[in-house]
């Protein structure tokens, strides 16, 4: 598993020779390196939490999932795959991002998602709050030119109005997301939703653009294995937004806008492995609040749905 000099494997860093706990972090201790070498799936941070309404500290998410992943390791069990014989994964480092200015960071988003686009490479993206997704689907829109396929796993809708006057925030960026016509709302799902909700606006618009939303009640009224098998299959370019606040907060603490009564890590695992998508194109992990976190449970979470898209990235969709 060693680097040869001059010849990058794309492995993670051995554990014999450098144990976990040691090493420059990166995600999965792949190598850091330049987004225009040859690879195949690029894993970065969005380290913006400026569309927050409640807590903060996303911002520092990709930091700590880095530092976790120290612990990820590369042989699916479930899926018998060993991920880093499938993909040559790399982590190319943060986008740049404008800790004040919304705007300005929105614009680096999707410049930096464009160019790994124009490379042909899939990614996977840490957040970030999830206004940060908006960006990044409006490049993918530019890239595939027709509407994508959209998995959103949340406990918010994510539809609401703007908010004290501002339209681009992190409730609000699936709205603009299918207003936009970056997704398709007819082959969109919305995975962990459960209330109180903060008005109704959110539930209207998701009705009238007849958006499938699978609440907790509606995971729970059947065994976890049929509800798996009742989700639909995404052939076409598919994105996967997983906000980590769809769980309950006994098992992601580490969130900005915890609402009790979610999903348990091992629900999500096994939603995630039953997903049946054919393109992959890429994904994101958002909403993770280190100051918030205890004993890394969150970002811990966030490792794991990384490998579980790793996965879908290797291809290895059912
Ligand atoms: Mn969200
Ligand atoms: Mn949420």
Not at 98 to 113: H, M, N
Not at 286 to 292: A, L, N, Q, R, T
């Amino acid at each position: 598993m060693k680097n040869k000099p001059g010849v990058l494997e794309y492995k993670p860093l051995s554990g014999r020779e450098f144990p976990r706990f040691s090493g420059i972090k990166t995600f999965f201790r792949l190598p850091h390196v330049d987004l225009h070498e040859s690879f195949d799936l690029a894993l970065f941070g969005i380290p913006y939490d400026g569309g927050v309404s409640y807590r903060p500290g996303p911002r520092f998410a990709p930091s700590a999932v880095r530092e976790a992943s120290s612990l990820g390791r590369g042989f699916h069990f479930s899926r018998a795959l060993q991920i880093f014989d499938k993909i040559k994964a790399a982590d190319i480092g943060d986008c740049p991002t404008v800790p004040i200015d919304q705007e300005q960071t929105y614009e680096k988003i999707e410049t930096f998602v464009s160019r790994i686009l124009k490379t042909k490479k899939k990614f996977i993206a840490v957040g970030g709050d999830h206004s940060t997704t908006l960006p990044v689907l409006r490049a993918l829109k530019k890239h595939t030119k027709k509407p994508l396929n959209f998995i959103h796993f949340d406990a918010h809708l994510d539809t609401f109005p703007a908010a004290w006057g501002c339209e681009y925030h992190h409730g609000a960026f699936a709205r603009h997301a299918v207003e936009e016509g970056l997704v398709n709302p007819q082959k969109m799902i919305q995975i962990g939703i459960r209330g109180p909700l903060a008005g109704g606006d959110d539930l209207d618009f998701v009705r009238k653009n007849k958006i499938k939303v699978y609440t907790v009640d509606e995971v729970r009224a059947q065994s976890l294995e049929q509800f798996c098998q009742s989700l639909p299959k995404f052939e076409g370019p598919t994105y996967i937004s997983f906000d980590v606040d769809c769980l309950d907060p006994a098992y992601a603490p580490g969130t900005g806008t915890p609402v009790v009564g979610g999903l348990t890590s091992y629900e999500t695992q096994r939603i995630l492995r039953s997903l049946q998508v054919k393109d992959f194109v890429g994904g994101d992990i958002v909403e993770i609040s280190p100051p918030f976190d205890h004993a890394d449970i969150t970002a811990l979470i966030g490792v794991d749905v990384m490998f579980e898209m790793m996965a879908l990235a290797a291809g290895s969709s059912r």
